[in-house]
């Protein structure tokens, strides 16, 4: 059975091969075996606290085939996206220049560099093999941590956000940054993006234009794929619309890639979340797919099952309810999928 | 004999020719009767005493005697800015590093600025192209600085002439296209023609307030930043040997250059000095060039020559003495036409 589970330090080695195949597009998890150990280190702290309000809390999830202990894919939260430093993003705005006079009424639109998304809770180091990039297991890490979001509302703020790569191409060109970052750094953006996962913010202030950046003025083809998702990530994308996410005016300061944001209480999974008991299957009528979520005490793990739910009881296989050998302490929540 | 003299107020019909004959990026000579009418009496008032500091300005007509028609003018602004804002673009550097990167970048930006506000200004600036020879140009140009050297009090600490920027035959900027087209609708020339009759508070609305990084403008653009249009590069030298430099300013919609300099630090200013006027029925000629004024307020007159001198006196023809408007025992200002001159 595939679940989606906390990390712990014996996965750091497969996370480690994981990061070399993921590239630079899950900056958030550069392939650096120390890095890695340190972002275990701090999740498996994250998970034993007892926590009244976010703080500086991240949370690493592992997708794991429990046959074989083969891990598969990642996902992790932060409780907020700029506890240790600011979270720095560009923001789109739109200036009203106007002369009644000579009657011209421009809209000029302008990046600025800030971090007005600090204090969101922040989605990020998604990644699946993939052989299973066409399966249900994308939703699983990305529905699975919403929900594990959902149950435990302390830990996070009431904002949440997920940042999309960009579009860039298969030699790690992206337009965005040729057109705008490179200017201030001089170096390859796969390059920017490793600095970006491994090294702290102080870089970016010192690096990134002070003043905002006038749209008009940055080369077409970097504007044309502004708020734009890269391929890969558009089903990450669609998983966490059909949810509620939504694109605002902010992009990613290096390859201008979307952020989608949303209010806790506005989502899907908070409105369709319902805490269940599991049942045995008594006869075989139509199945639905559930994702469910188990939880005890400060612990949480995640699968999909077939099923189907009537009142407050999820009926599934028996195979089913062995692999996930409930005990008596621990509490199952559903959404359907 | 060509001579300056102050403008008059019958000459609008040939300053209207001439204003038709300066073309795109010439600012601050409209082809308009109306506003050529109201500058005169502008120049007019300030002569008189009777305008306030913020429309004070003169405007001179270079007379070819023989005829007397006027084939060029050139002007002075007293203190500009005071009524409408005085925009210019200041070309400043940003340095971005990062130690734990080992990167460092300069890059150039640039920001709207009123920097220049109060400042004199010496403008207005056309030669009818049949009179561009000889030293017409110099004596064009650089009768204002004698005149303000005789004048100081009336005019402001700083000084500054907005040169002429990069555009082609058909009118078009290269700095123009790649940013003012971007925040306004219309042409270059337009921009130009609204600013010169004094419509320019369009600029405070319309254009980027912020400072913008030189990168994100076209090559082209980059290129004419501080470049003068070809047929302002003799005027750019002229100004430049009179001490005047450029120093980070350049115009907002075709990026030419701002020069400036202290007005106490002008060569003419520096360098000029006072003799008496001796009127000798032989014309005695000196070993200087000379650009001569006289000290009249209201009538200011300026030749060139090479009168003979002495520590006290000034040996002029009587032709000269009439073109100056003085007589025998009058006070002339003198200085060496071109910096490159021995002292006197």
């Known amino acids: ?76 939260v932060n409780a907020l996206a700029g506890n240790q430093e600011p979270f720095y993003s560009f923001r789109n705005d739109i200036k009203i220049h106007s002369s009644r006079e000579l009657n011209v009424h421009s809209r000029i639109h302008a990046l600025t560099i800030n971090h007005d998304l600090s204090d969101h809770s922040q989605l990020c180091s998604f990644y699946i093999v993939p052989a299973l990039a066409d399966s249900l297991y994308p939703a699983l890490i990305t529905l699975g941590r919403l929900l594990f979001m959902t149950i435990f509302p302390m830990r996070f703020a009431n904002e949440w ?46 690096m990134m234009p002070y003043h905002p950046l006038y749209v008009a003025l940055i080369n077409e083809e970097a504007q044309a794929v502004m708020g734009l998702v890269h391929k890969e990530a558009e089903l990450q994308c669609n998983l966490l619309s059909e949810q509620g996410f939504e694109p605002d005016k902010y992009v990613e300061i290096f390859d201008s890639g979307p952020i989608l944001i949303a209010q806790r209480n506005a989502l899907s999974v908070n409105q369709n979340i319902k805490k269940v008991e599991l049942t045995l299957i008594i006869n075989t009528t139509i199945l639905r797919t559930y994702l469910i979520g188990i939880a005890e005490g400060n612990s949480f793990k995640a699968c999909l099952v077939q099923g189907l739910l009537e009142g407050g009881k999820l009926h599934i296989s028996q195979q089913n309810i062995e692999q996930i050998n409930l005990s008596s302490e621990q509490k199952v929540y559903c959404i359907k999928l | 004999m060509m001579f300056i003299r102050p403008i008059q107020r019958q000459d609008w019909q040939v300053l209207l020719e001439l204003a038709t004959k300066t073309g795109t990026g010439f600012t601050s000579l409209p082809n308009s009767e109306k506003h050529i009418k109201e500058r005169i009496e502008r120049m007019l008032d300030t002569s008189a005493g009777k305008a306030p500091l913020s429309e004070q300005g003169y405007l001179f007509a270079l007379v070819d005697s023989e005829t007397q028609a006027v084939v060029g003018v050139s002007g002075i602004e007293v203190s500009i800015g005071l009524n409408d804002p005085w925009y210019d673009f200041h070309v400043g550097t940003q340095v971005h590093a990062s130690k734990q990167l080992d990167i460092y970048r300069q890059m150039k930006k640039l920001s709207l600025s009123n920097d220049h506000t109060g400042n004199s200004e010496l403008c207005t600036l056309f030669l009818d192209a049949d009179y561009r020879m000889g030293k017409n140009g110099q004596l064009l140009s650089k009768s204002r600085l004698l005149f303000i050297a005789a004048f100081k009090e009336k005019f402001s600490e700083r000084i500054i002439a907005e040169m002429r920027g990069v555009s082609d035959e058909n009118g078009n900027s290269p700095f123009w296209e790649s940013l003012g087209r971007h925040f306004f609708t219309f042409d270059f020339e337009r921009a130009d023609y609204l600013t010169g009759i004094g419509k320019k508070s369009f600029i405070a609305e319309l254009m980027p307030k912020h400072a913008f990084y030189v990168d994100f403008l076209s090559e082209a653009a980059q290129e004419v930043i501080a470049d003068v249009h070809p047929s302002t590069r003799p005027a750019r030298k002229i100004l430049e040997s009179e001490g005047m430099r450029y120093e980070g300013y350049v115009d907002i919609f075709d990026a030419g250059p701002t020069l400036e300099a202290y007005t106490q630090d002008l060569r003419v200013v520096k360098k000029s000095q006072l003799r008496q006027v001796n009127i000798s029925e032989s014309e005695l000629l000196g070993d200087h060039l000379l650009l001569i004024g006289n000290e009249k307020y209201q009538d200011f007159r300026a030749i060139i020559g090479t009168p003979m001198i002495d520590d006290t006196m000034i040996y002029l023809t009587q032709a000269q003495a009439d073109a100056l408007s003085v007589i025998n025992g009058d006070q002339l200002r003198i200085v060496p036409l071109f910096e490159k001159e021995h002292a006197l």
């Open chain 1, 1 to 76: 059975m595939i679940i989606l589970r906390p990390a712990n330090l014996s996965d750091v080695s497969s996370l480690e091969r994981l990061a070399h195949e993921s590239g630079p597009m899950v900056s958030s998890l550069p392939a650096k075996r120390s890095h890695l150990l340190n972002k275990v280190e701090r999740s498996i702290y994250s998970f034993e606290q007892e926590v009244d309000s976010a703080g500086e809390e991240a949370y690493l999830f592992i997708l794991e085939e429990t046959l074989t202990g083969q891990v598969l894919g990642t996902g992790a």
């Open chain 1, 161 to 206: 956000m997920a940042v999309l790569p960009g579009i860039a191409d298969k030699q790690g060109r992206a337009p965005f940054w040729e057109h705008v970052g490179r200017k201030f750094f001089g170096i390859d953006y796969n390059k920017v993006e490793y600095y970006n996962g491994t090294l702290n913010n102080t870089f970016i202030a010192e």
